[in-house]
Nanobody, 119 residues
Framework: QVQLVESGGGLVQAGGSLRLSCAVSGITISIYDMSWYRQAPGKQRELVAG???????NYADSVKGRFTISRDNAKNIVYLEMNSLKPEDTAVYYC?????????????WGQGTQVTVSS
């Protein structure tokens, strides 16, 4: 059974920092593309940051220079370091694991962790 468990969310003042963790079991993340998404109330879920199995990273324009995604394949954990947080970063943050082979697609999600940034 595949499980992605996010942690590290909470309430922080604007300008503060948080580090989210996504502990994964049931799969080996080294062969997966890992991502963090977020969903604010009344809005669609959006990609925040991604890190490929080859460790290439990509970020939403809104978080570039403030957020850093990383992975520890030995521990099977993905992190999202969030600095200079803004009220508009308030959302539920979800961890995602994706993998595609020639004829199969794998797509797993965590349950989410709430991040609230006060002004």
């Amino acid at each position: 059974q595949v499980q992605l468990v996010e942690s590290g969310g909470g309430l922080v003042q604007a300008g503060g920092s948080l580090r989210l963790s996504c502990a994964v079991s049931g799969i080996t993340i080294s062969i997966y593309d890992m991502s963090w998404y977020r969903q604010a109330p009344g809005k669609q879920r959006e990609l925040v940051a991604g890190i490929s199995s080859g460790a290439n990273t990509n970020y939403a324009d809104s978080v570039k220079g403030r957020f850093t995604i990383s992975r520890d394949n030995a521990k099977n954990i993905v992190y999202l370091e969030m600095n200079s947080l803004k009220p508009e970063d308030t959302a539920v943050y979800y961890c995602n694991a994706k993998r595609r082979t020639s004829n199969l697609r794998y797509d797993y999600w965590g349950q989410g962790t709430q991040v609230t940034v006060s002004s």
